[in-house]
C-alpha cells in the first residue's frame, strides 16, 4: 500500500517537471545571449533551463529513493515485530498448555488417590482395617495408608514367626479319621489365613 503511493507520488512529480530541454527557438535564444553580453565581448555566466530542472528532479528522486528506504525499513521492522509477537504468543501458549496438561494430571491423580481409597475402605476387614481405621476415615493419601499396613503386617519373619507360635498352640489330631475331620474344621488358623 505504501509502496504504490511512492510510485504513484513519482510519476506525479516526474509529470510536473518541465521537459529536460526547453523548446526555445534559436533565434531568441541568440537574441537573449546578445541582450545579456552586450556589445562587449565579455559575457556573463548564464544558466540554462536545463541544468535546474535536471537539479530539481534529482533532487525529488533522491527524495523519493529515500521515501522508499525508509518505507523497505519500516517494513522489515513491522515483519520482525510481528515474528516476536507470532514467537512470543507460541511461547506463553505452550506455558498455558504445560498449565492446563499440569492441572488435569492433578486432577487425575486426585481421581486415582480417590478411587484407592474406596476400594481399600471396601477391601481392608478384621486387624488391618482396625490398624488404619483413623486414616479410612481421613482423606489420607493411599500411599499413607499402605506404609501402614505393610510396617504393622509386611515383615514377614514376624509373621512366620506369629504363625508358627499359634501352631504350636493348636492340639495334635488323633490317629481316626474324624478326629483329622474336626482339626480341619475348627482349626483356629484356617480362620486366621482365610
Same mark, same amino acid.
Given at each position: 500500500?505504501?509502496?504504490?503511493?511512492?510510485?504513484?507520488?513519482?510519476?506525479?512529480?516526474?509529470?510536473?517537471?518541465?521537459?529536460?530541454?526547453?523548446?526555445?527557438?534559436?533565434?531568441? *535564444?541568440?537574441?537573449? @545571449?546578445?541582450?545579456?553580453?552586450?556589445?562587449?565581448?565579455?559575457?556573463? =555566466?548564464?544558466?540554462?533551463?536545463?541544468?535546474?530542472?535536471?537539479?530539481?528532479?534529482?533532487?525529488?528522486?533522491? @527524495?523519493?529513493?529515500?521515501?522508499?528506504?525508509?518505507?523497505?525499513?519500516?517494513?522489515?521492522?513491522?515483519?520482525? @515485530?510481528?515474528?516476536? *509477537?507470532?514467537?512470543?504468543?507460541?511461547?506463553?501458549?505452550?506455558?498455558? +498448555?504445560?498449565?492446563?496438561?499440569?492441572?488435569?494430571?492433578?486432577?487425575?491423580?486426585?481421581?486415582?488417590?480417590?478411587?484407592?481409597?474406596?476400594?481399600?475402605?471396601?477391601?481392608?476387614?478384621?486387624?488391618?482395617? @482396625?490398624?488404619?481405621?483413623?486414616?479410612?476415615?481421613?482423606?489420607?493419601?493411599?500411599?499413607?495408608?499402605?506404609?501402614? #499396613?505393610? +510396617?504393622?503386617?509386611?515383615?514377614?519373619?514376624?509373621?512366620?514367626?506369629?504363625?508358627?507360635? =499359634? #501352631?504350636?498352640?493348636?492340639?495334635?489330631?488323633?490317629?481316626?479319621?474324624?478326629?483329622?475331620?474336626?482339626?480341619?474344621?475348627?482349626?483356629?488358623?484356617?480362620?486366621?489365613?482365610?
Amino acid at each position: 500500500m505504501r509502496i504504490e503511493r511512492i510510485a504513484r507520488e513519482r510519476m506525479r512529480r516526474l509529470s510536473m517537471d518541465p521537459p529536460a530541454s526547453p523548446q526555445v527557438e534559436p533565434s531568441t *535564444v541568440l537574441a537573449a @545571449e546578445h541582450a545579456i553580453a552586450g556589445p562587449s565581448s565579455e559575457r556573463r =555566466e548564464v544558466r540554462s533551463v536545463r541544468s535546474t530542472t535536471s537539479a530539481t528532479t534529482r533532487l525529488r528522486l533522491a @527524495e523519493l529513493e529515500a521515501a522508499e528506504k525508509l518505507a523497505a525499513l519500516t517494513r522489515r521492522e513491522l515483519e520482525m @515485530e510481528v515474528e516476536l *509477537v507470532k514467537k512470543r504468543l507460541a511461547a506463553e501458549v505452550s506455558v498455558i +498448555q504445560d498449565d492446563q496438561e499440569s492441572v488435569q494430571d492433578e486432577a487425575l491423580h486426585d481421581e486415582h488417590q480417590h478411587q484407592h481409597q474406596k476400594r481399600l475402605r471396601t477391601c481392608l476387614k478384621g486387624e488391618a482395617r @482396625e490398624a488404619v481405621a483413623a486414616l479410612l476415615h481421613t482423606a489420607t493419601d493411599p500411599a499413607v495408608i499402605m506404609r501402614t #499396613l505393610a +510396617q504393622c503386617f509386611g515383615r514377614p519373619e514376624m509373621i512366620i514367626d506369629k504363625a508358627l507360635d =499359634e #501352631l504350636k498352640l493348636v492340639p495334635r489330631p488323633g490317629p481316626s479319621a474324624a478326629e483329622l475331620n474336626n482339626f480341619a474344621v475348627k482349626s483356629p488358623m484356617k480362620n486366621k489365613l482365610i
